[in-house]
């Protein structure tokens, strides 16, 4: 079973530059996550789609950030303008709803963003 | 408001030296826990899920507790490949994960 995949790997930009990622999770998992994870923290989240609606988006900075599950499937997660404090790795996550290892939540490799 | 604290941020083992790594949290109504792994450059690995105090759970060296206030890691005689940051998680509202800060394990061969 393939498992979630995210591009691109790594990404530098210039502060106040914008940048996307995108998020294919595990066939038929409904549930789908976006976490920061800045070096030497745990990850926290950003925001989780059920489908394509938005479950929780209570840390994500609205003013920069901001994602996208269009067709319950693929989702992008873009910042526009960023900040050097965005240097981190974003994080997808994805999980099924019901059978066995529901709730379980399954993660990419993550994008490794620098901002100069 | 919910907090995971894991310990120690970093331990340094020889192989075969067994230790636990220690994960206490705060939550109005435990939901459940989890134990993830991850290695430099990869996200993390789902390892265990805990539900409710004395419930303990095993994978080759690893043996994850729970108590009503904290998780331990047990690892017995670990190899240089279990090195890796071992993150502990709770759940949090719609099956949000809250994580601690991880304790990087290095087992020395």
């Known amino acids: 079973e393939a498992g979630v995949a995210q591009s691109p790997r790594y990404k530098i930009i210039e502060k106040r530059q914008s940048v996307a990622f995108w998020c294919n999770p595990i066939?038929?998992?409904?549930?789908l996550y976006w976490y920061q994870q800045i070096l030497g923290q745990g990850p926290k989240l950003l925001i989780q789609?059920?489908?394509?609606?938005?479950?929780?988006d209570s840390q994500l900075p609205k003013d920069r950030f901001s994602a996208e599950r269009l067709k319950g499937v693929d989702s992008t997660l873009k910042i526009q303008p960023a900040k050097l404090e965005d240097s981190a790795v974003y994080l997808c996550?994805?999980?099924?709803?019901?059978?066995?290892?529901?709730?379980?939540?399954?993660f990419g490799a993550g994008t490794r963003l620098s901002v100069l | 408001e919910d907090q995971v604290t894991q310990s120690p941020e970093a331990l340094r083992l020889q192989e075969g030296e067994s230790s636990s790594l220690n994960c206490s949290y705060t939550?109005?109504?435990?939901?459940?826990l989890f134990w993830y792994r991850q290695d430099p450059g990869k996200g993390p690995e789902f390892l265990f899920t805990?539900?409710?105090a004395g419930e303990e759970k095993e994978k080759e060296r690893l043996k994850a507790t729970l108590t009503k206030k904290e998780s331990f890691l047990h690892i017995t005689a670990p190899k240089p490949e279990d090195s890796a940051t071992y993150l502990c998680?709770?759940?949090?509202?719609?099956?949000?994960?809250?994580f601690g800060q991880g304790t990087r394990l290095t087992i020395n061969p």
């Open positions: 805990l539900y409710s």
């Open positions: 939550v109005s109504g435990l939901r459940g």
């Open positions: 996550a994805s999980s099924s709803i019901a059978g066995e290892g529901a709730g379980i939540q399954y």
């Open positions: 066939s038929g998992h409904a549930t």
């Open positions: 998680a709770l759940i949090q509202g719609a099956q949000k994960l809250v």
């Open positions: 789609f059920q489908n394509n609606g938005v479950v929780d």
